[in-house]
Structure formats: structure tokens, C-alpha cells
């Protein structure tokens, strides 16, 4: 008896697939390797599925990689073949089989939206051989496969036919890539009201005034959602935000990690902690969150003030720029008026009154500081920035350091290694040196020798040797630009290659010097008499010394001028920079924060990044 292939798809692909009719028999994939197999399968679905619609007519040798040699065979073996087709088929239904290849946690029991009993033209046959196609395979199979695509290929795999369709509807898939995309490993099923994630319980501790039902009412209704909601509308859509921001706030910047906790989208305020405790831990605070409110819909909240979170909105202008707007700014007012919110803000942001700072310059630069950031209320926009990438020849460890700055508190600078240069670059800043400056530079070439620790307490003595090795650096530049002018007049093919080789035996050198800097030698330290610290807290051994100079200028940016200083490495997550015009002491330490989507794509756009910063301050 003649039989022939039902046809499950709709549209362009109802012609058989070559090789099906009477003289071919769908049998399951080999018990032994069968991980394997649906490895394999799984990387012939992606390239597939890339070309947009191509997924269907896989042959049988794109499924299991060979078994196409064996349509060819005699009459005697097709006729052994009809035989064992007039025999009853043994295999079970692809639902009775449990799905176990689907199941995690609670979601073994769930449905899978397209699965159906197989035809029988396509059941296995007692010899064992696989499907011709994947329209063949059980949903279990077609659900764990399509589970390992990235969630950008399934819209397109969701048009081959009305079977992908139905099974990409199951929740299984989108659960398995918003966990392994995004990291969220929340079940749907199980957050009722406690189901915020756990800063999301900070940002109810950090606003009093919220009464506990009004803040339970504004949660969403989790139990109608669907795991593909939570991917299209809020994690894909919302995708371009995520990582390192610096809000635009005139001189003061900022530091913003926007992230995805648990079903949220939140972005956090990195404050340092409160002058001078330089090693204390980072503050955080919430701006805005993203999450949603009802299936399809992503509503974007204002965290800002001490009424709860309000209507907000996000646009995105470009790629690496966003903004924020508050569209409920009274509830960023108190009752008692600007003095009340002064006095709350100046406990958040210093931890103390203004009654207890003696200091008159810092009560002015405290009270400026307030009037300038209050009146954006949350209206920001903001420029991504990246984590410093990192080599084995850096001198310790690049990234993000919080720094003692005198009257206006502690600061944020990113330290990043260029060759045989480090550069101190603010990400907060202040009235004098705006965010985005270059505050300290080190020439890792010159090395300075420390005298001994009575001496050392000398500050004449001390300036002395930094000034001898800042005529020395000014002598060589002065002889690099010679050099360089004599070859560009000379104009000799030879020349270009001789000034390469010459540039990477110095390179080479300096390599090995910084090599042999980082030895875990350490020596004693003091700062000399007169050297005015805020944090007398400082250690009293350092591993080497740099020459460096540092940036200085008037209010308002005015005559910016580099002076020199001395840097001081103490260990892996701690510096110091002695600023010799200004006799003040600056102590750096490292924040220990696992930033998330943070790291650069390449050196050039970290380097693309620091010069747009840079010129968006000047």
C-alpha cells in the first residue's frame, strides 16, 4: 500500500521534502550519542534559521549528517521495507513521553503549545533511523532545540510555518532566554507580592513616607504574564539602556548602573560614601525603574523624592545617549518647603548638618552643589561610559577609585593605563575641575626615589627631587620633537622603519621596567610637614613612586594649568597623589562594585569614549 507525507505546514513550504514518499521510512535518532545529535541538529537550526525561512526544508543529511546515502538501496531491501511497515508500530505518543528534555524546575508539567500526536507515516519504524525533517521531530526535541537560539532568531523562525508558530509559544523557551540573556531566574508563577527582587525592598526603605498597602497596589500582576511579555516588551525593548552611564549635570557628572533586577529595570545612582571615610563601601539610591504593569505594557516609574515612585518617562536620542523625564515632579517636593529638602538631601549626601561643617568655603560649595542639582528634578541625560580594559603589563588592576578632594568631598575617577602612561580621569567632578577632565597623569618611565623617612618628612627635600625629574622629562620631549623633525626633513624610506624599531625598544623597555616595578617591594612613607590630608588614615608603606602632574584651576574651569606631584602606589586597591603647588594630599581606593554590562567592546571605543567625555566637559 502506497503512503504518503501529510503536509503540517502552511504556506510556501508544502512540496515533500526530498527523498520522502514510499521508499523512505522517519525513524527516531540513535539512543547512544543522542546529546550529541541534538547538538549538532541545534547549530544546523541556527544557520538555518539566519537565512530566514529555511528552517523547514532541512534535508536529512543537515539532520543527522549522512543517513541521505541510504535512499538509494535494491528492490529486495524496499521490499523488506514494505513488510516491516505492515507490522504494528511500538513507539508512544510524543505527549505521553513527559518531555523530558523541557522540564526545569516547576515547569515539567507544562504544555507545549503545538505538540500532537504524530501521523503514522512518520512514526519510528523498528529498524531505528531518524526523521527526514524537523516538522518530524517531537515538540519535546523542537523546544529544547529552538531554547538554545538566541531570542533575536525566533520572530523569524515563527514565520516558517504555523507549527514553529504554536510551539514558540511555549514559555519554556522565553524563560530559558531571559535567564541565560538577562539573568533572570525569578519564577512567574511564584511572585505574588513578595515577588520584588530584593533593592526593590530598599527603595521602599529609603522612602518612609510610602504607606505598605499604597506600595503594594502599584506592584504588577505577575500571574498573567507570560515569560515572552517579559522578554519582548520590557528586556529587548529596554536592551539599548543597560551598562555605565554619566548623567549630564552641568560640573558634578555622576555614575549610573542600569541594570535588570529580577523583573525590574532599575537604574541606581552610585554615590561615594561620606567624606573623608575613603574605604567605606558605595551608596546607592534608585532613579527609575522599568517594569510591567500589565502584559504588552512597560510602564517607566520615577524613583526620585520621598513619595514613592510616579510617573516617568525614558527616550532614547541615539545609540550610548538616553533621557529621563519626571512627569510628576510635585512629588519631589516636601511640606516644609526648600529648607526641609536642604536639610535632607545635606544628611543623604554628607551625612551631617550644616551646623557641623566650621569650614565657611565648604558651606558655600555644599549649598551651590544643592541649588544646581535640585532644579533638574530627575530630567537628565545621559552618556555611556565603559570599565577600563585591562593588560598584563598595567601596574595594578585599572577601573573605578573614589578620591578625597578637599573642600568638595570625595569624587569618582576612572584609573586607565595607555603605554607608559596612567590617566586619573573624574567621573564626578566639581565647580573648579569639571567631570570628564583628565585630573592626574603618571609617567610610568620615571620612577622617583623616596629619601629616607626623616628627610622625607622635609617637604623642600621632597620638591627638590620632583623637580629635577620634571626638568629631566621636559629635556627629553624637547629632544623627541628634534628627533622627530629631523626625520620627517630627512624623508628616507629607511627612516620610518629605523623610528619604529627605535619607538618599540623603547616600549619594550618600558615594559620591562614596569614589570620589574610591580616586585612586591615596599618601603616606608609619611607625608612631609605641611602636606595638608582629610584622611589622616592613610598607610605608612607604599610599594614605588611616579613622577605625575595634576590638573588645577579656578571656579568655573578658569586658567587650567598642570603642575607636578608624586604618585604613590600603596597596594592593588590603593594610590595617593601629592599635589605639591596646592601642599594637599589626595588618597584613592578602589570600588569593589561587579558593575554589570560595563566592559568596553574594544580599546578604540574606550579611547572614543575618554575623548568624547572629555571635549563634553571643556
Known amino acids: 500500500m502506497r503512503r504518503t507525507r501529510p503536509q503540517p505546514c502552511t504556506g510556501p513550504q508544502r512540496a515533500p521534502l526530498p527523498g520522502t514518499g ?38 536529512e543529511a543537515a539532520l ?22 505492515s507490522e504494528p508500530d511500538t513507539d508512544t505518543d510524543p505527549e505521553e513521553a513527559g518531555g523530558g528534555g ?28 531518524a526523521p527526514l525533517s524537523l516538522l518530524e521531530l517531537p ?34 523557551i522565553w524563560r530559558r532566554r531571559c535567564r541565560e540573556e538577562y539573568g533572570v531566574c525569578e519564577n512567574l508563577r511564584k511572585l505574588e507580592i513578595t515577588g520584588v527582587s530584593c533593592r526593590d525592598v530598599y527603595a521602599k526603605r529609603i522612602n518612609p513616607r510610602v504607606k505598605s498597602g499604597r506600595f503594594m497596589k502599584i506592584l504588577p500582576d505577575y500571574e498573567h504574564m507570560e515569560y515572552r511579555d517579559v522578554y519582548t516588551c520590557l528586556l529587548h525593548r529596554y536592551r539599548h539602556i543597560l551598562g555605565l552611564w554619566q548623567p549630564d549635570i552641568g560640573p558634578y557628572g555622576g555614575l549610573l548602573n542600569v541594570v535588570v533586577d529580577g523583573l525590574f529595570i532599575i537604574g541606581w545612582m552610585y554615590l561615594p560614601p561620606h567624606d573623608p571615610h575613603v574605604d567605606d563601601p558605595m551608596r546607592f539610591k534608585p532613579l527609575f525603574r522599568i517594569h510591567l504593569m500589565e502584559r504588552k505594557s512597560a510602564t517607566v516609574e520615577c524613583m526620585y523624592g520621598h513619595k514613592g515612585p510616579h510617573n516617568g518617562h525614558i527616550q532614547i536620542v541615539k545609540k550610548d545617549e538616553f533621557s529621563t523625564k519626571c ?42 552643589k544643592f541649588i544646581y542639582t535640585s532644579q533638574y528634578d530627575n530630567c537628565l541625560t545621559y552618556r555611556r561610559i565603559y570599565l577600563p580594559p585591562s593588560s598584563p603589563e598595567d601596574l595594578i588592576q585599572p577601573g573605578l577609585f573614589k578620591g578625597t578632594y578637599g573642600s568638595h568631598g570625595l569624587e569618582i575617577v576612572m584609573l586607565s593605563f595607555h603605554g607608559r602612561k596612567a590617566k586619573g580621569t573624574k567621573i564626578t567632578g566639581d565647580p573648579n575641575i569639571p567631570a570628564g577632565q583628565q585630573t ?18 622635609d617637604f623642600s627635600e621632597l620638591s627638590r627631587i620632583v623637580l629635577e625629574v620634571q626638568e629631566q622629562v621636559r629635556r627629553e620631549e624637547q629632544q623627541q620633537e628634534q628627533e622627530e623633525h629631523s626625520q620627517q626633513a630627512a624623508s628616507q624610506p629607511a627612516s620610518p622603519l629605523a623610528g619604529e624599531g627605535a619607538e618599540g625598544e623603547e616600549t619594550a623597555a618600558g615594559a620591562e621596567g614596569l614589570t620589574q616595578n610591580k616586585a612586591p617591594a615596599s618601603q616606608p612613607f609619611v607625608l612631609p610637614m605641611g602636606v595638608i590630608s582629610r584622611n589622616e588614615d592613610y598607610p605608612r608603606t607604599c610599594r614605588i613612586c611616579f613622577y605625575g602632574t595634576g590638573l588645577i ?31 594637599s594630599f589626595s588618597l584613592y581606593s578602589r570600588i569593589k562594585v561587579p558593575f554589570q554590562n560595563a566592559q568596553a567592546p574594544s580599546r578604540e571605543a574606550f579611547d572614543e569614549m575618554l575623548k568624547n567625555i572629555q571635549s563634553l566637559a571643556t
Not at 504554536?166 to 514559555?171: E, G, Q
Not at 512629588?331 to 548638618?353: D, I, K, N, V
Not at 551646623?355 to 558655600?364: K, P, R, S, Y
Open 553 to 583: 584651576a579656578g571656579h568655573g574651569f578658569t586658567s587650567p594649568e598642570r603642575t607636578p606631584g608624586v604618585f604613590v602606589l600603596f597596594d592593588d586597591d590603593r594610590f595617593g597623589f601629592i599635589w605639591l603647588e596646592l601642599k
Open 64 to 85: 543527522i549528517g549522512g543517513a541521505a546515502r541510504g535512499r538509494r538501496r535494491s528492490a529486495a531491501r524496499e521490499q523488506r521495507r514494505g513488510a516491516a511497515d
Open 22 to 59: 514510499p521508499a523512505t521510512r522517519a525513524v527516531r535518532p540513535p539512543a547512544r550519542g543522542r546529546a550529541r545529535w541534538l547538538c549538532r541538529l541545534g547549530n544546523r537550526v541556527r544557520a538555518a534559521s539566519a537565512t530566514g525561512g529555511g528552517v523547514a526544508r532541512l534535508d
Open 102 to 129: 523541557v522540564t526545569e524546575d516547576e515547569e515539567g508539567a507544562e504544555r507545549i503549545e503545538g505538540g500532537r500526536p504524530l501521523p503514522p507515516s512518520v512514526e519510528a519504524g523498528p529498524a531505528g533511523r
Open 440 to 457: 592626574v597623569e603618571i609617567d610610568l618611565a620615571h620612577p622617583l626615589q623616596l629619601p629616607d623617612i626623616e628627610n622625607l618628612r
Open 327 to 368: 512627569n510628576q515632579t510635585d512629588h519631589h517636593r516636601m511640606s516644609g518647603g526648600r529648607q526641609e529638602e536642604f536639610r535632607t538631601w545635606l544628611r543623604e549626601e554628607w551625612g551631617r548638618t550644616l551646623e557641623d561643617i566650621f569650614h565657611e568655603h565648604m558651606q558655600e560649595l555644599i549649598l551651590m
Open 139 to 172: 515538540p519535546e526535541l523542537l523546544v529544547q532545540i529552538f531554547g538554545s537560539l538566541p531570542g533575536t532568531d525566533l520572530p523569524s523562525l515563527a514565520r516558517v510555518c504555523t507549527t514553529f508558530r504554536r510551539i514558540l509559544r511555549t514559555d519554556t
